[in-house]
């Protein structure tokens, strides 16, 4: 019998042997059944058929250490395929052992644990132990290295809060010279501002910002580059509150540094006669504030000797301890509308900033009847600096916080901060801002554990009016991964953080953007070593 198919795979004919011309002629139906789909499917079985055989040729060619390219997708692909998974090659002993709790004793009970990776391995080449051991001896050198790490990294948490919490010697040392300079010369003693100019303190027209710091050379940048960067000098009233030790040191200074045409004042806390009179919320809180702090979780020493907890909780925990978190010159701010009754509009800058651009056209921005114009901190490429929210400040797992509030809100900025005076007056936020750093107090800081932020955040809830964040750039005494085109192109560049730019600890690429307005020809910066690094 012979078999004939004709070259369109459509018809097949069957020739008897005999040599009969009979034939059967099969017609294939073209929609229920193709050959030629018979044809190709058994060139693409043939094809798999060679690969499989590839796959495991290679595969017994390369044993079972070794493992090439191709033996090792057979190795992966062929389960698969079957339904089955790899059982792992890891002997269940090591997971045993690693799983079993290890002590602090009996790390340091074992004299000779490995120092090093290279120390371990050369351990095992010589010794040739068995699964158990192995995993002994690699738990204890892991255990080992991260005792010493947290150690490390606790100790310099530790460092790092005493130098941002002292005050450098070269700061002192400028405290005292302008004092000395206040005493003796009548120069440095000039009512600030000059007689004529004192009714455009409370001149709407004018471009009304405040300052609240005990830093003279902090203040003097913040001061310089606000009035150098401004299209209209002239129109800017820049109002500096100080506290009572540091009040003669900055007259001192800007009486001999003045900054015309821009209009500067000087200003102690005593000079206010609200702050004088009676009680004031944010004085008795801050002395019951200080008296909880100074007792907080046993002090610095006991927040360091905690073993059990994390580095970052202790870091955060030493971060409450900061001086500058009792400073009046960080709750004053809530008292704004107060100190200053004759303005509508301010633009409250912290001391920690530089100025890069003309800010006046904040007064343009329409808040909408909102109090604190502010930027956002959850949104941003920084995902460090720029992710946070309620939940980064408050305590939601009190009752009183989950109660009132949500934990995914978006957070706002301290810093730069516009306040619309004349909207504040209608509101009861002061009120509020002090209710809850009572109750704070009262929970023995459960409610939050620093700053002045956090209280802020609420006191200003449903009051805040987003600015674009053009205006306000965050991070630089966090991090130095800042990008230094980013900061440059920012309007207002914030050093919040313990790495202030007028500390050894600050970060040597982004110091220069403050150093650039700090004169270091003059003779009280020159006389007190104040260097640009």
Known sequence: MQLHISPSLRHVTVLPSKGVREFIKVKAGSRRFSYRTVFYSLLLFMFLLRFAFVLTA?????????????????????????????????????????????????????????????????????????????????????????????????????????????????????????????SNNANARLQLPSPELVPALVDNSFYHFILASDNVLAASVVASSLVQNTLHPEKIVLHIITDRKTFSPMQAWFSLHPLSPAIIEVKGLHHFDWLTKGKVPVLEAMEKDQKVRSQFRGGSSAIVSNNTEKPYVIAAKLQALSPKYNSLMNHIRIHLPELFPSLNKVVFLDDDIVVQTDLTPLWDIDMGGKVNGAVETCRGEDKFVMSKRLKSYLNFSHPLIAKHFKPDECAWAYGMNIFDLEVWRKTNISLTYHHWVEENLKSDLSLWQLGTLPPALIAFHGHVHVIDPFWHMLGLGYQDNTSIEDAKNAGVIHFNGRAKPWLDIAFPKLRPLWTKYVDFSDKFVKGCHIRAS
Do not use: W
């Open 58 to 182: 290679v595969d017994t060619i390369d044993g079972d250490s070794k493992c090439s390219n191709i033996g090792c997708l057979g190795k992966r692909l062929g389960p698969r395929i079957m339904g089955r998974r790899h059982e792992s090659t890891v002997p269940q002993v090591i997971y045993q052992v690693l799983e079993e709790p290890l002590s602090e004793d009996e790390v340091e009970a074992d004299t000779d644990v490995p120092q090093t990776l290279e120390d371990f391995i050369a351990e095992m080449k010589n010794a040739r132990p068995d699964a158990r051991t192995f995993a002994v001896r690699l738990k204890s050198m892991v255990t080992l290295l991260e005792q010493r790490t947290r150690t490390a990294k606790i100790q310099e948490y530790l460092y790092r809060h005493v130098a941002s919490s002292s005050i450098p010697k070269q700061l002192h040392c400028l405290a005292l010279k302008l004092a000395n300079e206040h």
